[in-house]
């Protein structure tokens, strides 16, 4: 069986992710695969208003690549923040929130540009962008790999058991 690099790179793209986890935090990886889709998103619109239909396809197959590290980075965190038993549960119900963030966005992106037009200020694109970035801040502060690294829910076990010392 011959195979054809498209499907070499399908293939070998999980792995090569595995191996990226192995050595920089989840949570790390998935913001910045957010963070780079939002960032690749603010070229579209500038594509579109010029025309430039090629810069488009490739503008979103390098969001496709980096939104490809979503799923598996999904599956790192729950790893290690849900319980054994509960880690399927967890992660149907956060994967459900990818397609529910279509929906929504078109909706949204609907009506900006029927009350301020494709390419005004508060275009669909900027929009988005601008509550990705707020998202994303919120997130890469707020975030922590594992809940042994979160010293407030240690401190919130310790207080509720009644322990009287505190090492962070």
Same mark, same amino acid.
Request: proline letters at 4%; glycine letters at 14%.
């Given at each position: 069986m011959k195979v054809t690099p498209?499907?070499?790179i399908i293939h070998v793209s999980p792995y090569v992710i595995i191996i990226i986890v192995l050595y920089i935090h989840v949570f790390r990886?998935? !913001? /910045? !695969? @957010? %963070?780079? *889709?939002t960032s690749l998103n603010l070229f579209l619109p500038v594509c579109l208003k010029t025309q430039n239909?090629?810069?488009?396809? /490739? @503008? +979103? /197959?390098?969001? %496709?690549?980096?939104?490809?590290?979503?799923?598996p980075t999904c599956h790192g965190i729950w790893a290690k923040w849900a319980p054994p038993l509960? +880690? *399927?549960r967890l992660a149907t119900i956060s994967? &459900? %929130? *990818?397609?529910? %963030?279509p929906v929504l966005g078109y909706a949204l992106g609907? =009506? =900006?540009v029927e009350k301020?037009?494709?390419y005004g200020p508060l275009s669909?694109?900027?929009? *988005? &962008?601008f509550l990705n970035y707020i998202w994303l801040i919120e997130f890469y502060f707020s975030a922590h790999d594992t809940p042994s690294e979160w010293v407030l829910l240690q401190y919130r076990l310790y207080s509720h058991v009644g322990l009287n010392t505190w090492h962070p």
């Open positions: 498209n499907l070499y990886l998935f !913001a /910045i !695969a @957010v %963070g780079t *889709s239909y090629p810069m488009i396809l /490739i @503008v +979103r /197959i390098f969001q %496709g690549l980096a939104e490809g590290m979503l799923y509960e +880690r *399927s994967f &459900c %929130g *990818s397609y529910a %963030g609907g =009506l =900006l301020y037009g494709a669909p694109f900027y929009v *988005s &962008c």
